[in-house]
């Protein structure tokens, strides 16, 4: 077949540019990414040959082979792993088929910080274009006759042609090095890269010899880490497998290592982040552990190991009590698996219980990064529901800092008997809602919950220690009931404070007028500085769930609101003194329409008619002027 020249997919090509014309502290990191690479790839074939022995019969014993030419300035990178054909080129080398895409390139040309996002999109391969100037690839996938050839200066296009010189079985990579970095055909340079990066790797990491005379060297301990006694690894070495495993360049946050014996036996080696991944809210998304059978590794996409709202996790699991050939079907119904998932779960969630509680400011850096994934399991997992509500943490009325419910339970005001919440887009602009000032003049804490996840969780959690958590946006108040903070006297109210006697018919005036448009109209109880304010009917859905429906075309319709208005207000005083004066109705009746809109502004709703709002504001305005 003749050679084709393809383009790069767009976002490939802005990747591409930033690795070749930006600076990196640390450029070996290259050789980390191509060798987990490789490793992984040997992975896979072990896997596939659990089924198809033919695939390896002439060669089982995996490796990852550098090669080095001074003359030519080439380091070459061989496995005999799983191979690509022409498609899988394509798909792998020439385009980025993740979700956010677009996204990570974006903050990559605004941080300029390749070396520190390219592994965490999961893109390592690239990374050979910070000392290379042009990469060959040649393949031939297990179990397919023709092999490929992959080339590419990475300025926007590649080739591919078949090629007769192919490995038999695998993939070589080789690098055509740029002028100044040689020192990666250095042997004692590469001994220090593949020692502090890649001892981890369970297959040999081999270095070819330059002579005849002299044997090829084995550069790593060629021993999968997590078998290994804890006392005999270095917190650097825990720290490389967590970016081959998470193809990440973060320090893992946290990390649990332990092996568990008994009716089921695993070893588990699991990292928490301490960066938020690119795709971590893409329905798509893989899981970050690999499921490994006696040491096989058997897939890196298995939701049925932990639930999604641990979906941050990386690291291993490896079991005893698997088959080696357990297929998809059998791993979604397993209750082996199921039982090795109650138990991961409780150990992690215990582990972050732990650090809650030790380290209380680390773990609120970890709840701010993951903590709305988390809140996930609040109506996903009711078995785990109990643990993570002692887990989660709030932002409230009360100080800058995150409370815990155990927190809020304890600063409860006497007479309270509910926890107060409040959802919206911003906990800032939440903190200022005309809703809250009830609550603030008598000292009670309000939850300010500000995550897309605060709706639905608030909906299938009864209660916490048997409190019920209520939406100050919805219904009553019940603000009576709790008493005002010492030091105040609820019994001296000045004249100026008292409503106005006329407040009952400018209720009845402004119920009349707006009709449908409102469910109903109130004197309130939770207001101390605004006029007014919406709220919804006690059996209606909270308001601000209701907008998050209508966005995402899953509800069609609007619940009329109450209009509850403030009795103390001069404006609502001077209102009500006007009812009943001649040729006062159509200010009042303009009046009435404002005081909605001006509620819905303040709710963050459109306003259904927004010329007429206006027409008001003016003919309100004229009039007074007039007077």
């Known amino acids: 077949m003749a050679q084709e020249e393809m383009q790069f997919q767009a976002e490939v090509s802005r990747l591409l540019d930033i690795v070749a014309h930006s600076l990196y502290s640390e450029k070996e990191i290259f050789l980390r990414e191509l060798i987990s690479n490789a490793s992984d790839a040997c992975d896979r074939l072990r896997y596939a040959a659990l089924t198809q022995p033919e695939l390896v019969k002439e060669d089982s014993g995996f490796a990852v082979r550098l090669k080095t030419d001074a003359a030519a300035k080439t380091l070459t990178i061989l496995d005999n792993g799983i191979g690509m054909n022409r498609e899988d080129l394509i798909e792998n080398l020439g385009t980025i088929a993740r979700s956010g895409t677009a996204a990570f390139v974006q903050q990559l040309e605004s941080k300029q910080d390749g070396a520190n996002l390219i592994g965490q999109f999961g893109v390592g391969f690239y990374s050979a274009y910070m000392v290379a100037e042009k990469v060959e690839v040649s393949t031939r996938k297990a179990g397919e006759g023709e092999g490929w050839c992959w080339s590419s200066d990475g300025q926007g296009a590649f080739t591919i042609a078949e090629d007769l010189e192919a490995p038999a079985r695998g993939t070589r990579i080789t690098l055509h090095l740029r002028k100044g970095e040689e020192e990666f055909l250095d042997a004692m340079r590469l ?43 270095t917190e650097e070495q825990y720290k490389e497998f967590y970016h081959h495993v998470g193809h990440t360049f973060d320090d893992p946050w946290l990390r649990l290592h332990f092996k568990a014996e008994g009716m089921l036996e695993y070893t588990g080696l699991l990292f928490v982040p301490s960066s938020k991944p690119f795709d971590l809210f893409h329905p798509d998304r893989k899981t970050g552990i690999r499921l490994y059978v006696k040491r096989v590794f058997i897939t890196d996409d ?49 582990e972050l219980k732990k650090k809650a509680e030790k380290a209380p400011e680390e773990y609120a850096t970890f709840w701010e990064t993951f903590g709305a994934v988390l809140k996930e399991g609040l109506y996903e997992d009711q078995a785990q529901r109990e643990t993570l509500l002692e887990l989660a943490r709030f932002r409230s009325t009360q100080g800058e800092g995150l409370v815990s419910l155990a927190d809020y339970l304890g600063r409860m005001k ?98 009349l007028t707006l009709k449908d448009a409102v469910k109903d109209v109130r004197s309130s109880a939770r207001l101390t500085s605004s006029p007014v304010c919406l709220v919804a009917h006690e059996g209606d859905l909270d308001m601000h769930l209701e907008r998050l429906l209508k966005q995402q075309r899953q509800l069609d319709h609007s619940s009329a609101r109450i209009l509850e208005i403030n009795p103390n207000h001069a404006l609502i005083k001077a209102l009500s003194d006007k009812v009943g004066d001649d040729g006062a109705g159509s200010l009042l009746e303009d009046a009435a329409w404002l005081l909605l809109d001006q509620a819905r502004i303040i709710e ?24």
């Open 191 to 233: 001994r220090q890269i593949v020692s502090t990066y890649s001892d981890h790797i369970a297959i040999p990491v081999v270095l070819e010899s330059r002579k005849e005379d002299e044997p090829d060297e084995t550069l790593n301990a060629a021993s999968a880490l997590w078998t290994r006694p804890k006392s005999e690894i």
């Open 414 to 511: 006497p007479g309270q008997e509910v926890i107060y919440t409040i959802t919206g887009d911003d906990p800032e602009a939440l903190a200022r809602s005309p809703q809250l000032e009830g609550f603030a003049a008598k000292g009670v804490e309000v939850l300010l919950l500000s995550d897309p996840v605060d709706d639905f969780w608030l909906t299938s959690v009864p209660d916490y220690q048997g409190k019920a958590f209520k939406s100050v946006t919805r219904g009553g108040a019940d603000l009576d009931k709790i008493a005002k903070p010492e030091g105040e006297d609820e019994e001296k109210e000045s004249e100026s404070d008292a409503p106005s006697p006329s407040l009952d018919a400018l209720i009845a005036f402004v119920k």
């Open 302 to 350: 298995c939701s049925e190991l932990v639930p999604s709202y641990l979906r941050f996790l990386r690291g291993i699991v490896d079991t005893e009590d698997l088959p080696l050939n357990i297929s998809r079907e059998l791993l979604q119904n397993n209750p082996r698996l199921a039982k090795i998932r109650t138990a991961l779960c409780k150990r992690v969630l215990g």
């Open 604 to 627: 963050g709703e459109p306003l259904p008619d927004a010329a007429a709002f206006s027409r008001r504001l003016s003919a309100l305005v004229e009039k007074g002027l007039a007077g």
